[in-house]
């Protein structure tokens, strides 16, 4: 959306596609105000999903929803519902999916969002599997809503930021450091996982569902583009990464999504990415 808005500053003729019915991409899942976007915050996330949603009306910036680019040649991006559409330009945010764990019975992790988790009756007995900004918020909220939750994090300590930690304190949570799941048995409803490390519990975990959240990686279609290290390039010519999916893990945020997103539209109008 950062990028339609300076393509059309700059005069370009841009269409947005999004795979979801709705904008927002991972600003849906924030359940915390926004506090760290200089000039905006502390504010929901659904405020600025709203505000850049109206800007792109305003600057005449068409977005289209459930269209999903499955491939891109430098020329033609080819969209899942077998339709293509040409550009000069292919500016990719293709944002993170979850990285997995690669242990057996993985498939039994909960695929959908916190959100339908929380809202679910009866109340549920959750092992949430990790110890970053996404796993802790997961976990304040499922708390919140009444849900028996644990946290297993491999490390010493978590990785969420302090607020994020602050607030789990005040909830029911347990936290197992140290600890790694060695597989998940059982179904979905009724999930066993053994425990293997130097904090780990003696009794396994037993309860309704396991959430993974160990971190992120590029949500990229292998059409479009590769991954090295952490961060993704495009595979062709006449296109950039932009957003999360462009950067190291310590640099995802809006603010660098926003100058990406920049930086990328500008090089493309002075010619300096051809
Ligand atoms: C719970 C949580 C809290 C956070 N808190 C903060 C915070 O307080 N401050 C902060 O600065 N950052 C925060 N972040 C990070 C911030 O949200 C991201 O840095 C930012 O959203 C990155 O934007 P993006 O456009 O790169 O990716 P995303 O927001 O992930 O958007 C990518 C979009 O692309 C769509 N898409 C993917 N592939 C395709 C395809 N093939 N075809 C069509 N559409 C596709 C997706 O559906 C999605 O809508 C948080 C993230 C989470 C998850």
Redesign the pocket.
């Known amino acids: 959306?950062?990028a339609a808005l300076w393509a059309r500053r700059l005069g370009i003729e841009v269409l947005v596609?999004?795979?979801?019915p709705k904008?927002?991409?991972?600003?849906?899942?924030?359940?915390?105000?926004?506090?760290?976007?200089p000039g905006f915050?502390p504010a929901p996330?659904h405020v600025l999903i709203e505000r850049l949603t109206q800007e792109l009306g305003r600057v005449g910036a068409a977005i289209e929803y459930g269209?999903?680019?499955?491939s891109w040649n430098g020329s033609e991006l080819s969209?899942?519902d077998g339709s293509a559409l040409e550009a000069g330009w292919l500016f990719?945010?293709?944002?993170?999916r979850t990285r997995r764990l690669h242990i057996p019975g993985e498939d039994q992790a909960f695929r959908g969002s916190v959100s339908e988790l929380a809202g679910c009756a009866p109340k549920r007995r959750v092992l949430i599997i990790g110890g970053g900004?996404?796993s802790v918020?997961?976990a304040i909220r499922l708390a919140r809503a009444g849900h028996a939750v644990t946290l297993a994090v491999r490390s010493p300590r978590l990785y969420a930021?302090l607020p994020y930690q602050t607030e789990l304190s005040d909830t029911s949570a347990t936290v197992f450091y140290r600890t790694e799941a060695v597989r998940i048995e059982g179904k979905p409803g009724y999930l066993r996982v053994p425990f293997t490390g130097a904090g780990a519990p003696d009794a396994a975990w037993e309860g309704s569902d396991v959430l993974v959240r160990i971190g992120?990686e590029p949500?990229?279609?292998w059409q479009?583009a590769r991954v090295r290290g952490d961060q993704a390039y495009g595979r062709h010519l006449r296109m950039t990464v932009?957003?999360?999916?462009?950067?190291d893990p310590w640099e995802?945020?809006?603010?660098?999504?926003f100058a990406?997103?920049m930086r990328a539209v500008k090089a493309y109008v002075n010619g300096m990415d051809s």
């Open positions: 959306m950062a596609v999004e795979r979801q904008p927002g991409g991972q600003l849906l899942s924030y359940s915390m105000p926004i506090v760290d976007l915050s996330a269209r999903q680019a499955m969209l899942s990719y945010a293709p944002g993170l900004d996404r918020e997961g930021r992120m949500d990229i279609v479009i932009i957003g999360d999916a462009a950067m995802r945020s809006l603010v660098t999504a990406s997103a």
